[in-house]
């Protein structure tokens, strides 16, 4: 017995080690953990591919990615679930349904929040407004100004959750509509500059509301060969400082883990994305010490 505890201690000290941490601050409480969980472009799937699908055979489903998620609840309850959007299109089930089940079976995964992707605009912003009722978790965007829309006040620029002591600052950002959308899709959706938008929201809450840690909810897309013309994920890092975790959509890019980025103010920014149609979870926690200063690990999870 004596042998086994040394050596389980001695795993668990060497684990906490790689990270920057001691055992002994770990024992004493200084260390907070927090755990966020994160999907991108499910889009409507909600079975997971048959034995016979020639790329993703046996991968996906909801039934699985809850499974996934409560585990990892069980194992901390310090957990933030979110969506980078394009939660519509792409099965039959959003053809029939028209998001109502994708909404409430993400309500009973208990998704803390999501940004809106441009496909979420699919029937249009009736459509969208029709199936709000079966969201029990918030809507978070903070370039797309629906004012002179039936979605005035539905969707939150940003929103701060409290998890053990940590503050965690969340805003959302979308793609230009204009040419990707059919106009009659988004009416009067007024869109913003995602760069601009970004340093006020980071002023907002690391600066006046004293966030420990900033995430925005992009759907901008991972990365452009025209750069100039469109802002990415890594585009946005490395114009803007105080962000801390870009959790990203759109491209469907697939990452092992996050990409790290110097922003502006030469810190690093990770910014991430997992693919699309459920089939990976992505999770990266933090550590944060008594100062507030935290470390990191990050990787996806295939469902």
Known sequence: MKRREFIEKTAASTALLSLG?????????DIKHLTVLHTNDV????????ADDPRNANKGGVSRRAALIETIRQENPNVLLLDAGDIFQGTPYFNYYGGELEFKLMSMMKYDASTIGNHDFDNGLDGLYAQMPHAKFEFINSNYD????????????????????????????GIELDGLVDKKMYQETVYNDPVEIAQDMTQLLKKEEKCDLVICLSHLGYKYR????????????????DIDLIIGGHTHTFL??????KNKAGENVLVNQVGCYGINLGRIDFYFDK?????????????
Do not use: W
């Not at 889009?43 to 048959?50: Q, T």
């Not at 629906?146 to 940590?166: A, D, E, H, R, S």
């Not at 092992?256 to 980025?261: F, G």
């Open 146 to 173: 629906f004012k002179n829309t039936v979605m005035n006040g539905l969707v939150k620029p940003y929103k701060i959750f409290n998890k053990n002591g940590i503050k965690v600052g969340v805003f959302g950002l």
């Open 256 to 261: 092992d883990k996050p990409t790290i980025v």
């Open 21 to 29: 941490l001691s055992l002994s601050s770990f024992e004493s409480n």
């Open 291 to 303: 100062n507030k200063a935290h470390t990191n690990q990050g990787r996806s999870i295939i469902v």
């Open 43 to 50: 889009h409507s799937h909600i079975d997971p591919f048959p």
């Open 226 to 241: 025209d750069e100039e013309s469109k802002i990415s994920d890594l585009k946005l890092a490395e114009l803007t400082q």
